[in-house]
């Protein structure tokens, strides 16, 4: 089969492709009405669970926080699995959670913010 035959075969397959989306619609993902922001949450180093139930947007440690925190979606912080957050610093998850897991490190406290889609 020559390059042009396989080009020819792709444009006619592509074509019967978008004529289908066409005329039965587009399949989209669902879209959350509720948003949930809850800031300034205080984190020690024995850590804090927070039941979030949606789809997880973003978490943010302030600029003026005193320290990193570390974070665990729908696992607890362990010594060798985290995500560290630097202050001044927003981590954009786009991810479905129940629960998200911070801790500060030993011997501090920080301050985050959580925002959720619902």
């Not at 792709?10 to 959350?32: A, N």
């Not at 300034?40 to 440690?61: A, E, F, P």
């Amino acid at each position: 089969m020559s390059s042009i035959e396989i080009y020819n075969y792709l444009k006619k397959s592509l074509g019967i492709i978008i004529k289908k989306i066409e005329e039965d619609g587009v399949l989209s993902t669902l879209s959350f009405s509720e948003h949930r922001f809850i800031p300034n949450i205080n984190v020690d180093d024995r850590g804090v669970v927070l039941d979030v139930g949606g789809l997880l947007y973003k978490v943010g440690v302030p600029p003026d926080a005193p320290s990193a925190v570390y974070l665990n979606i729908d696992r607890p912080v362990t010594n060798d699995e985290y995500k560290v957050i630097f202050p001044g610093i927003s981590y954009v998850v786009l991810r479905r959670a129940s629960k998200i897991y911070l801790k500060a490190p030993t011997g501090f406290n920080t301050r985050v913010g959580v925002e959720v889609l619902m």
